[in-house]
């Protein structure tokens, strides 16, 4: 069964701090991405990686970073914590050679900056 | 401070009606679409996707049609059940594994 798996399901942090939220994938495939899902907006994404070392921007790059050091493991780094950063984050990840382009999703992390 | 979202619109449907959960897409280059299902405290889940080429899909107890005149898409939930109640939404791209744009969802709440 196909697995998304994020390490925390609730975070609270305070202004200031660097947050590292981390996403692993147990499916082999190439691409992973990270989103914000915020009431009412939808998700917006934040960053996406189509191979390991690669990183490309999404619609809302601002603020945050990310690493992908491995092929299963995408991570996602806010610097330093803002409280416009309160938000549930999702991580997914699809497969490039899969006929559908459906993304698999994590349970999402909600995070709480004070 | 403490920002507010946007109120998700709610559909409220009866056990055993169907359901339809409207979405307008506005990328004419749009060429495959997706519907997800979020269940309280999960990740979205896939339901049902269907290409531009197509114009309805049909799966287990859902079909999607797609009228790419008027850049809108439909998710018609059959005999509606109580495990049904969730957040539905589209997502839209271009035709490849890639960005995806999504829609900000419908809330379907099944009373008894």
């Known amino acids: 069964d196909v697995k998304v798996t994020q390490s925390s399901r609730y975070l609270v942090k305070r202004t200031g701090e660097k947050v590292f939220l981390e996403c692993v994938q147990d499916?082999?495939?190439?691409?992973m991405f990270w989103y914000r899902q915020d009431p009412g907006l939808g998700l917006r994404l934040i960053y996406f990686?189509?191979?390991?070392?690669?990183?490309e921007k999404g619609d809302i790059p601002e603020g945050y970073s990310v690493s992908r050091e491995k092929k299963e493991r995408f991570s996602l780094i806010l610097e330093s914590a803002s409280t416009n950063q309160t938000s549930m984050y999702l991580c997914?990840?699809?497969?490039?050679?899969?006929?559908?382009?459906?993304?698999?999703f994590g349970p999402g992390t909600r995070l709480t900056v004070t | 401070g403490e920002s507010v979202g946007l109120h998700l619109p709610t559909l409220s449907v009866q056990e055993g009606d169907n359901s339809i959960i409207n979405c307008a897409y506005s990328n004419s280059a749009s060429d495959y679409f997706i519907w997800y299902k979020q269940e309280s405290g999960k990740g979205p889940q896939f339901i049902i996707d269907?290409?531009?080429?197509?114009d309805k899909r049909q799966g287990q107890r859902v079909t999607v049609l797609l009228n790419k005149t008027v850049k809108h898409l439909s998710l018609q939930i059959a005999a509606t059940q109580p495990g049904d109640s969730a957040v539905y939404f589209c997502?839209?791209?271009?035709?490849?594994?890639?960005?995806?744009?999504f829609g900000a969802g419908t809330q379907v709440v099944v009373t008894p």
């Open positions: 990686s189509y191979d390991v070392k690669m990183k």
């Open positions: 997502a839209e791209n271009e035709g490849s594994w890639g960005k995806f744009q």
């Open positions: 269907i290409r531009s080429n197509m």
């Open positions: 499916m082999d495939h190439e691409n």
């Open positions: 997914a990840s699809t497969d490039t050679d899969s006929l559908s382009y459906e993304q698999y």
